[in-house]
């Protein structure tokens, strides 16, 4: 910015992106295909589901399951922190939703 340029407006810089926790679903439908879903958590809601031993039903309230659909296996992927990720899909989740 140049000495005789003056300054318009200015806003607060956002504050630092939350980690989210990435789990990766296998979930059976009711053909019997197997169809891979991502769930993203925040820390606290990773901490309840580790908390409840990893229940499939405690982490089925986070997904929308079709009639027939049940959740197979899941894996922890990765912590990511949405606004800085290169992954269009990242950058569009929303906290407790899959993709």
Sequence with gaps: M?????????????????????????VRTKSGRMVEKTVMLTEEEYAAFEK?????????????????????SFEKASTVYGADSDNEETQNAQVGTWQ
């Design 2 to 26: 140049a000495r005789d340029e003056k300054v318009e407006s200015w806003s607060k810089a956002a504050p630092p992106p939350k980690p989210m926790k990435v789990i990766k679903t296998m």
């Design 52 to 72: 409840s031993g990893g229940d499939k039903a405690f982490l089925a309230k986070f997904m929308k399951l079709d009639a027939g659909e049940e959740i197979d």
